[in-house]
């Protein structure tokens, strides 16, 4: 499974984007994340269902610092070619 992400409230300047990184880690799910000039962070991910599902979980509510207000997601095609880790991408 392959879904883009959307994670909005105060989750710059807090270590989310790392945060993320290692929950993808932990969960065994590849793509990236990066931080949005609207105070958002975006990214994508695949992996297996559960995976995504414990990686989405966590994103809403386990980073100490970071106060979650709303997390989008919308399902894509997988990608044969697509990641096989997970990173940080610059800035939008």
Known sequence: MRLSFRISGKVQGVGYRWFVKETAGKHKVAGW???CLD?????EAQGAIPAI????KELKTG????AV??????EMLDQDGAEK?????PTV
């Open 63 to 66: 980073h100490p610092w970071a």
């Open 39 to 43: 105070g958002a962070v975006e990214g």
């Open 85 to 89: 880790d997970f990173y940080i991408k």
């Open 53 to 56: 599902d414990g990686f989405l």
């Open 33 to 35: 994340v990066r931080n």
């Open 69 to 74: 207000e709303s997390a989008e997601t919308q």
